[in-house]
């Protein structure tokens, strides 16, 4: 921590951020501009994961992270322009996730159309407020003066 803070201070000093120039609210809010996704070198392969995952998910089927991470796996193995090193040290972490996911606005939440009650009890409600509105509700201004 105080090693973060360290940096934080020289780099308040100095107004630099990786050799980017940088404001103070820049530096304060931490905003995108601080953010570099250099880190990645598998742009092929993301790009193959992110299509899997939209077709997937317009089909309805549940993806996951230890899907996704499992898929990144095997289409990074089967990349061609990268080193074998690069290949072999590349691990589908869940730091790797969260970055992805950010990266290509995904979220792995599963879409439910899940109720908390019935459709018989919900189908009571409505009925009720239907008959609510019907018979005891007032129709006008002068009907809620009288009663």
Not at 8 to 32: C, D, W
Not at 89 to 102: H, I, R, Y
Not at 122 to 140: C, D
């Amino acid at each position: 921590m105080r090693r973060y803070a360290q940096k934080y201070r020289e780099s308040l000093r100095k107004g630099t951020i990786r050799g980017k120039i940088v404001g103070v609210n820049e530096l304060k809010t931490k905003s995108l501009v601080m953010k570099t996704y250099s880190s990645f070198f598998f742009k092929e392969s993301e790009t193959k994961l992110v299509d899997k995952f939209t077709e997937l998910r317009k089909v309805g089927i549940p993806v996951n992270g230890p899907y996704l991470k499992a898929k990144m796996l095997k289409y990074v193995k089967k990349e061609k322009n990268q080193t074998k090193e690069k290949i072999q040290n590349f691990k589908a972490s869940d730091t790797w996730l969260k970055g992805f996911c950010e990266r290509h606005g995904i979220s792995v939440r599963v879409q439910t159309n899940k109720k908390s009650k019935s459709a018989f009890k919900r189908s009571r409600m409505v009925r009720n407020f239907h008959w609510f509105m019907i018979y005891k509700a007032p129709l006008s201004y002068s009907d809620r003066k009288s009663s």
